[in-house]
Protein backbone atom coordinates (compact mmCIF):
# COMPACT_ATOMS: atom_id res chain seq x y z
CA UNK A 1 0.00 0.00 0.00
CA UNK A 2 1.21 3.51 -0.84
CA UNK A 3 1.98 5.87 1.82
CA UNK A 4 -0.28 9.12 1.79
CA UNK A 5 1.18 12.18 0.00
CA UNK A 6 2.82 14.61 2.37
CA UNK A 7 3.33 17.42 0.48
CA UNK A 8 5.83 20.09 1.35
CA UNK A 9 5.26 23.54 2.37
CA UNK A 10 7.13 26.90 1.58
CA UNK A 11 6.42 29.47 4.46
CA UNK A 12 7.90 33.02 4.99
CA UNK A 13 8.87 33.95 8.23
CA UNK A 14 7.94 36.86 10.51
CA UNK A 15 11.35 37.86 10.32
CA UNK A 16 11.99 41.34 8.87
CA UNK A 17 15.84 41.59 9.52
CA UNK A 18 17.83 42.21 6.51
CA UNK A 19 14.44 43.22 4.75
CA UNK A 20 13.48 47.14 3.03
CA UNK A 21 9.94 48.00 3.15
CA UNK A 22 8.10 51.24 1.93
CA UNK A 23 4.97 51.90 3.05
CA UNK A 24 3.05 54.62 0.81
CA UNK A 25 0.31 56.14 2.83
CA UNK A 26 -2.52 58.05 1.63
CA UNK A 27 -2.95 62.06 3.85
CA UNK A 28 -6.62 62.08 2.79
CA UNK A 29 -8.87 60.74 6.20
CA UNK A 30 -5.58 61.02 8.01
CA UNK A 31 -7.17 60.53 11.33
CA UNK A 32 -7.50 56.78 10.19
CA UNK A 33 -4.35 56.50 7.67
CA UNK A 34 -2.07 57.72 10.39
CA UNK A 35 -3.16 55.15 12.88
CA UNK A 36 -2.80 52.59 10.41
CA UNK A 37 1.02 53.41 9.82
CA UNK A 38 1.44 53.71 13.41
CA UNK A 39 0.36 50.53 13.25
CA UNK A 40 2.67 49.13 10.36
CA UNK A 41 5.40 50.65 11.30
CA UNK A 42 4.93 48.52 15.10
CA UNK A 43 4.55 45.46 13.12
CA UNK A 44 7.49 45.43 11.18
CA UNK A 45 9.48 47.37 14.37
CA UNK A 46 8.46 44.10 16.00
CA UNK A 47 9.58 41.91 13.51
CA UNK A 48 13.08 43.09 13.81
CA UNK A 49 13.16 45.99 11.02
CA UNK A 50 16.01 48.70 11.13
CA UNK A 51 14.79 52.18 11.11
CA UNK A 52 16.69 53.09 7.91
CA UNK A 53 14.74 50.11 6.07
CA UNK A 54 11.91 51.55 6.27
CA UNK A 55 10.50 54.52 4.47
CA UNK A 56 7.65 56.26 4.54
CA UNK A 57 6.05 58.00 1.50
CA UNK A 58 2.70 60.52 1.44
CA UNK A 59 0.23 60.76 -1.43
CA UNK A 60 -2.57 62.89 -1.49
CA UNK A 61 -5.50 60.20 -1.52
CA UNK A 62 -6.07 56.50 -2.24
CA UNK A 63 -6.17 57.00 -6.24
CA UNK A 64 -2.51 57.69 -6.12
CA UNK A 65 -1.01 55.10 -4.29
CA UNK A 66 -1.41 52.86 -7.49
CA UNK A 67 1.41 55.06 -8.84
CA UNK A 68 3.50 56.00 -6.55
CA UNK A 69 3.87 52.35 -5.61
CA UNK A 70 4.76 50.94 -8.98
CA UNK A 71 6.69 53.56 -9.00
CA UNK A 72 8.91 52.54 -5.91
CA UNK A 73 8.29 48.71 -6.73
CA UNK A 74 10.36 49.44 -10.20
CA UNK A 75 13.02 51.04 -7.96
CA UNK A 76 14.14 47.83 -7.52
CA UNK A 77 15.23 49.11 -3.37
CA UNK A 78 12.24 47.39 -1.74
CA UNK A 79 11.18 43.60 -0.41
CA UNK A 80 7.70 44.43 0.23
CA UNK A 81 5.44 47.74 -0.09
CA UNK A 82 2.65 48.70 2.01
CA UNK A 83 -0.46 50.84 0.60
CA UNK A 84 -2.38 52.19 3.28
CA UNK A 85 -5.44 54.81 2.66
CA UNK A 86 -8.68 54.84 3.64
CA UNK A 87 -11.86 55.72 1.22
CA UNK A 88 -15.14 56.45 2.79
CA UNK A 89 -18.48 56.36 1.39
CA UNK A 90 -20.27 59.46 0.35
CA UNK A 91 -23.56 60.18 -1.64
CA UNK A 92 -22.14 59.80 -5.24
CA UNK A 93 -21.33 57.11 -7.11
CA UNK A 94 -17.09 58.71 -6.80
CA UNK A 95 -16.72 56.20 -3.69
CA UNK A 96 -17.15 53.02 -6.12
CA UNK A 97 -14.82 54.21 -8.56
CA UNK A 98 -12.18 55.33 -6.24
CA UNK A 99 -12.51 52.05 -4.16
CA UNK A 100 -12.41 49.88 -7.74
CA UNK A 101 -9.61 51.97 -9.31
CA UNK A 102 -7.67 51.56 -5.93
CA UNK A 103 -7.42 48.13 -5.55
CA UNK A 104 -7.17 47.16 -9.38
CA UNK A 105 -3.77 49.78 -9.68
CA UNK A 106 -2.34 48.30 -6.87
CA UNK A 107 -2.78 44.76 -8.32
CA UNK A 108 -1.68 45.42 -11.16
CA UNK A 109 1.31 47.09 -10.23
CA UNK A 110 1.86 44.24 -7.72
CA UNK A 111 1.73 42.37 -10.92
CA UNK A 112 3.84 43.96 -13.41
CA UNK A 113 6.52 44.28 -10.92
CA UNK A 114 6.49 41.13 -9.35
CA UNK A 115 7.08 42.62 -5.82
CA UNK A 116 4.60 42.43 -2.92
CA UNK A 117 1.99 45.03 -2.24
CA UNK A 118 -0.04 44.42 0.86
CA UNK A 119 -3.43 46.23 0.31
CA UNK A 120 -4.82 48.48 3.80
CA UNK A 121 -7.09 50.31 1.87
CA UNK A 122 -9.82 50.61 4.20
CA UNK A 123 -13.87 50.82 2.11
CA UNK A 124 -16.11 51.59 4.72
CA UNK A 125 -19.66 53.15 4.60
CA UNK A 126 -18.91 55.03 7.40
CA UNK A 127 -16.74 56.74 9.72
CA UNK A 128 -16.91 54.19 12.68
CA UNK A 129 -16.27 51.58 10.68
CA UNK A 130 -13.10 52.82 9.38
CA UNK A 131 -12.24 53.63 13.11
CA UNK A 132 -13.16 50.05 14.42
CA UNK A 133 -10.62 48.89 11.93
CA UNK A 134 -7.73 50.85 12.62
CA UNK A 135 -7.36 50.22 16.13
CA UNK A 136 -10.47 50.64 18.32
CA UNK A 137 -12.41 47.57 18.49
CA UNK A 138 -11.19 44.93 15.30
CA UNK A 139 -7.63 45.29 15.67
CA UNK A 140 -5.24 47.48 13.44
CA UNK A 141 -5.15 46.60 9.83
CA UNK A 142 -2.25 48.13 9.47
CA UNK A 143 -0.54 46.35 12.06
CA UNK A 144 -1.62 42.95 10.11
CA UNK A 145 -0.37 44.69 6.71
CA UNK A 146 2.96 45.31 8.36
CA UNK A 147 3.19 41.74 8.89
CA UNK A 148 1.67 40.28 5.80
CA UNK A 149 4.73 42.57 4.33
CA UNK A 150 7.61 40.83 6.46
CA UNK A 151 5.89 37.33 5.64
CA UNK A 152 5.51 38.08 1.83
CA UNK A 153 8.76 39.88 1.62
CA UNK A 154 10.40 36.47 3.06
CA UNK A 155 8.00 34.56 0.58
CA UNK A 156 9.02 36.32 -2.11
CA UNK A 157 12.84 35.42 -1.70
CA UNK A 158 12.27 31.96 -0.94
CA UNK A 159 10.21 31.62 -4.18
CA UNK A 160 12.63 33.42 -6.86
CA UNK A 161 15.19 30.75 -6.10
CA UNK A 162 12.43 28.58 -7.57
CA UNK A 163 12.14 28.40 -11.40
CA UNK A 164 8.70 27.11 -13.25
CA UNK A 165 8.82 23.31 -13.27
CA UNK A 166 11.23 23.22 -10.50
CA UNK A 167 10.94 20.86 -7.76
CA UNK A 168 10.42 21.14 -3.88
CA UNK A 169 13.63 19.34 -3.68
CA UNK A 170 15.79 21.75 -5.78
CA UNK A 171 14.58 24.35 -3.35
CA UNK A 172 17.14 24.73 0.05
CA UNK A 173 15.78 23.34 2.11
CA UNK A 174 16.20 26.07 4.77
CA UNK A 175 13.47 27.22 2.59
CA UNK A 176 11.39 24.29 2.87
CA UNK A 177 9.19 22.31 5.33
CA UNK A 178 7.80 19.09 5.46
CA UNK A 179 5.48 17.35 7.40
CA UNK A 180 5.85 13.52 7.66
CA UNK A 181 3.53 10.87 9.57
Known amino acids: MAEKLQPGSING ?19 ITDRLL ?10 GAANEDV ?3 RVPGAFELPLAAKKLAAAGRYDALVA ?20 RGLQLAQMDTGLPI ?18 LKGGNKGFEAGLAAVEMAQ ?10 G ?4 KIPSSSRKTRRK
Do not use: M, W
Not at 38 to 47: G, I
Not at 155 to 164: C, F, Q
Open 166 to 169: TSAS
Open 118 to 135: IFCVLTCDTLEQAIDRAG
Open 155 to 164: LSRKLRGATP
Open 84 to 103: IGCILRGETAHYDYVCSETA
Open 38 to 47: AAAVDALDRA
Open 55 to 57: DVI
Open 13 to 31: ELTASGLRFGIVVSRFNSF
